[in-house]
């Protein structure tokens, strides 16, 4: 339980956060369950492989998944219950998002300084003047060359890099109390990722301002994020402290996605799957451990039952057989010994996936 | 050869052809001389008679081979001389009559369109943002009842509802009343019926458009982040998703400008505006030859010449393609229908 003081302080509560869509086959529960508190001018980084529900959950928690989904549990913001309820009045103002592509997510036939200029009108009531230099402002805080040239232009005549930057821009005009970041440098190239990165925990930890950075890359996460969430399935697998999910992990999924990080001067990256198989079905899924399929510590109980919270201090995992304990130790070396899992994954006695 | 210049020249040539059939024609199925001298054209057996048809046949040229004399009329007509109306009476030159009448086609099409554009915009993004809901449905109905009815019938209707029923608008168009106004008697008030019936095909068919393309560009990242910004609701659909739907409609919009000179012609029979539809049918019906072509051509050029316009016309609205290359036209690819 949480104590009053800690609700206080925490900009947004999840609890037991689902969200579903109605598809054919029936409900597709994108979001299964999240609990997780953030705290003011904190920033938590979610991962995940494509497909884990990162993107539904921030889209859930600001409201902008339109009418045909089935939302469910709790998020609070600011104390605030928000499940189920119209989100307009926050967006704009308290909240702010930066989506993945620059490209698709401006507007093309719009000049860059009048998508800026924009929330600014129309949230802070500034005149059409005091808007342009406050966007003057902002390009020049996020190394924008040339600001008021570029106020004028249109997003196909900057480089991707600078497309973000405007994107940033629009994020700190709006001065929000929440920033989610889905993706923001997937789409750029290695050579602006860290910068765009390192900007926007700069902003951000100037400005106080809480912020989420979704990403499928650890790596990116890493020395960025005060906590980390990894996500599978719609589901946590397991919420640490930043360095503590480098030094401590306990959760297979952790690990397996760990040893494929992608470093950012690889060659560009854009979705990998990292780890052999695919994500679970999420309308008709396993009735056990989401991860089971593809876990090599998978054991018989795996496969029916569903993993139990195991929080200690700030570290909190959903796993039977947890990396680096006796336990896990034990359900890994009779798999490898065996040669395969309780869910039939075949593997070699050095744990690498056959 | 760049594609623009290569498409300017084939609509030239289109024009030429145009021009030498209608020429042609006119000259094999019709008598050019009798519809100048009227009977006295047969009357060759009286040698007083002859005299004025030699004039006349040299005046007009008649006594020349047709190529001869289809050239003489082309390159006259490129210098602007449309030579003289076939009439006894003074023989005005043909340039005056479409002077006169040309301007109120021109307006009465300028009425249509502002008319066709300005309900298909609002109708577009009311259907575009219920999309697949009865708003919608309902207006999908709405809209192929508009373009299937007939303009004629669509003239009676509002004839005999605003007009005669309700007294509404003005039954009757006065060419020589000022334009500017909103009394009974400015042609600006008087064009709204004509203008509602030749523009209400068009405004159905550009909403058919725009909704179509409206509902695209409402499911792109970019109407999301304008959500997620605050913007209206309201402010999202027009100031965000209109303008980069409109590439289609506007394509159709230069297209139908030469399709509704054709409507004009029943338009302005109907309520009975002198403009350049009914002089061409009492030209044919008095076999006007000189008139009859003129107006053909001037037709055939602002058709051809708004349909050539109409593939390089969506570089004015995206910025995009304002700098580059312009010679790949961006074609309709469906009607929404
Ligand atoms: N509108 C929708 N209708 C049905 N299912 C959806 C819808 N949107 C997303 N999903 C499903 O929800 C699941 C989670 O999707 P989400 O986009 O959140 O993944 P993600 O973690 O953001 O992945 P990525 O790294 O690819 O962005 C996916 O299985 C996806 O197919
Ligand atoms: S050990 Fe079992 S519970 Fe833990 S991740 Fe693997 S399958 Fe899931
Ligand atoms: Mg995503």
Redesign the interface.
Known sequence: MLHETDSANNILELSDYRVGFRTERGLAKAVDGVSLSLKRGSTLAIVGESGSGKTVLNRGI?G?LGANIIEGGSAKFQGEELVNTNR?KL???K???I?Q?PM???????KVGNQVS??LR??QGMSRKEARDRTVELFTLVGIPEPAKRFGE?P?QLSGGMRQRV?IS?ALA?EPDILIADEPTTSLDVTVQKYILDLLVDVQSKSNMSMVIITHDLGVARGRADEIMVMYGGRIMEKAPSETVFQEMKHPYTQALLSSIPRLNDPKHTRLTPIEGFPPDIVDGPQGCKFAARCKYAQDTCLTLAPEETTIDKHTYFCHFPVGTDAGSEALKSNEDKGFTAAGLRIKSKGEVV | MPKPIRRLIGLLGLLTIVSMVTFGAMNFLGDPLFNILGPVAADVDNPESLKVIEEAKAQYHLDKSLPERWARWAWDFVRGDFGVQFSSSGQPPVSDLIKERLPRTLELMAVAQIIAVSLAIPWSVLAASRANRRTDKISTITAFAFVSIPSFAMAVILFYFFSVQWDLLPDTYTATDPFWGISHDHRLIQLILPGFTLGIGSAAAYQRLLRTDLITTLQ???I?????????KR?VLY??AL??SLFSMITLLAINIGFMIGGSLVVEQFFRIPGIGSAVVEATLREDFPVVLAIVMIVSAGFMVFNYLADYLYTL????VRNEDTSKPRKITSMGM
């Open positions: 600001m902008l307009q967006w704009g103002t909240m702010a998002m989506f592509d698709t997510s401006l507007n093309p036939v719009m924009e929330p129309l949230h249109y196909h994107m629009i709006i | 792109q990242d970019f999301l982040m304008a959500k997620s910004k605050g913007v209206s402010r100031s965000h303008r980069p609205i995206d910025p995009r």
